[in-house]
């Protein structure tokens, strides 16, 4: 690994608009500060949230803006601009300019460089929850996310419009964590060892739902977003474990530093878990589908008058069961999921010792209780000792209590030292 303070790394930081704009001005003065050159692009939008003055205070460095300027295209053009960097990181990224990223549009200087580079770009989503939920957002993220982009978030949070959700720009630490992995820089201090607990760890995650086909078209599914299990995901990977998730359908962005993989069935989900074995951690939180259809059609169901379709159901295989149980690669530590409408920790105390688990997170997901597609949870964790009940928390405040509780399962066997 090479040391910050040896190699002087570029990096274009381009700031289109947004609140969120502001946390910027750190995310620059923490890169600074880590030894690394900083360049930025301000689009229009962005000087209506920070000043080219104080970035140009805090990057050392002129910043640019203006595509047709006579001054900067002969004294550093915009093809320099996006090749002389190491990373390209676009911080905030508006839901406009990530849409002009994907049509390919280079109608200002900030697109001009994305489309002109030829380096690897990073991208900071940030927008309201609505925006970033939005058929069209996500059919961009898709696409750019097949170019090579990588995603640094969003986050679940409180927005600035007084919404919450998902779109909140992630902070400025995880922006650098993140810009400081791709560059390969040894930067920990043995303050940040502090959240490598899991280092040498590594976890199995399962999120979302599945979908079970009753013919090309038509699906048997469930309500699960995969927040919950998205959220754990990032969390491990945070506290340094090695994490792989297995993820049905869901709306959200793979996590940072996590090895992802997409699947549809319960079937394809279990083949997936067991591909991913040996790990030291296995943790089931997907809405895995009970039921699929016995022999799902070849075509597609037409609808007649007065006659209804009988579907022949069979039952799915049981993963956290399997994982559980597994003869030969079971993990040493293995956490399932109960959502449950009544008697919560009755029958989620009864499936911890039918799977045969370590752990069970039981929650209500009654329509009372209101957790299906939301952001918060209230969940009792069950072990051989009893249950454990936290308070209502978000999504992500959970992932960070069970994260902490597998650190200290494992706590007598890690050691922190400096790689």
């Keep these: 690994m090479q040391n910050a303070n040896s190699t002087r790394h570029r990096v274009l930081l381009i700031l289109s608009g947004g609140i969120a704009a502001y946390k910027c ?98 991208a900071a989503p940030a927008m309201n929850v609505r925006m970033w939920e939005h058929p069209a957002t996500q059919a961009n993220i898709a696409l750019l996310h097949q170019r090579g982009v990588t995603l640094i978030g969003p986050v679940e949070g409180d927005m600035a419009c007084g ?39 590594s976890v199995l995650v399962t999120s979302g739902p599945t979908h079970e086909p009753i013919d090309p ?87 007649t008058s007065g006659a209804l379709p009988s579907l022949s159901l069979a039952e799915n295989p049981d993963i956290l069961a399997t994982l559980s149980k597994h003869p030969d690669r079971r993990p040493e530590l293995v956490i399932g999921f109960a959502a449950e409408t009544e008697a919560v920790v009755a029958q989620a105390s009864e499936k911890r010792l039918r799977k045969g688990c370590d752990w069970i997170v039981a929650n209500d997901v009654s329509a009372e209780a209101g957790v299906f597609g939301g952001g918060e949870n209230q969940v009792h964790i069950i072990d051989e000792t009893g249950a454990e009940a936290w308070p209502r928390l978000s999504k992500y405040d959970v992932a960070e209590k069970l994260t902490a509780r597998i650190t200290a399962h494992f706590a007598p066997e890690i050691k922190l030292t400096n790689p």
Excluded at 101 to 121: E, F, H, I, S
Aim: glycine content about 6%; charged content about 25%; some cysteine.
């Design 25 to 122: 001005l750190d995310l620059i003065r923490r890169l600074k500060k880590r030894g690394l050159d900083v360049r930025c692009v301000l689009t229009q939008a962005a000087q209506e949230f920070v000043t080219p003055l104080s970035v140009a205070a805090l990057s050392e460095d002129k910043v640019y803006s203006d595509l047709f300027s006579l001054t900067d295209e002969s004294e550093m053009g915009h093809i320099e601009l996006s090749r002389q960097a190491d990373l390209v990181v676009v911080a905030p990224a508006s839901a406009d300019i990530l849409a002009r990223m994907a049509a390919g549009v280079a109608n200002d200087l900030a697109t001009t460089v994305l489309l002109a580079t030829d380096k690897p770009v990073m």
């Design 163 to 201: 919404e919450y959700g998902y779109g909140r720009m992630a902070e400025p630490e995880a922006i650098e964590t993140a810009i400081l992995a791709h560059l390969k820089l040894d930067t920990i201090s043995e303050q940040a060892l502090e959240s490598l607990a899991l280092a040498g760890k």
């Design 217 to 303: 078209v038509r699906y048997i599914a469930n309500r699960s977003s995969g927040r919950q299990g998205h959220a754990i995901a990032a969390a491990l990977a945070a506290a340094g474990a090695r994490v792989r998730l297995v993820t049905g359908p869901v709306a959200l962005p793979d996590p940072l530093g996590v090895e992802t993989t997409h699947i549809e069935s319960a079937r394809e989900m279990l083949a997936a878990c067991e591909n991913n074995l040996p790990v030291d951690v296995a943790i089931c939180a997907a809405a895995v589908a009970d039921w699929r259809v016995a022999e799902a059609g070849d075509q597609k169901i037409k609808k």
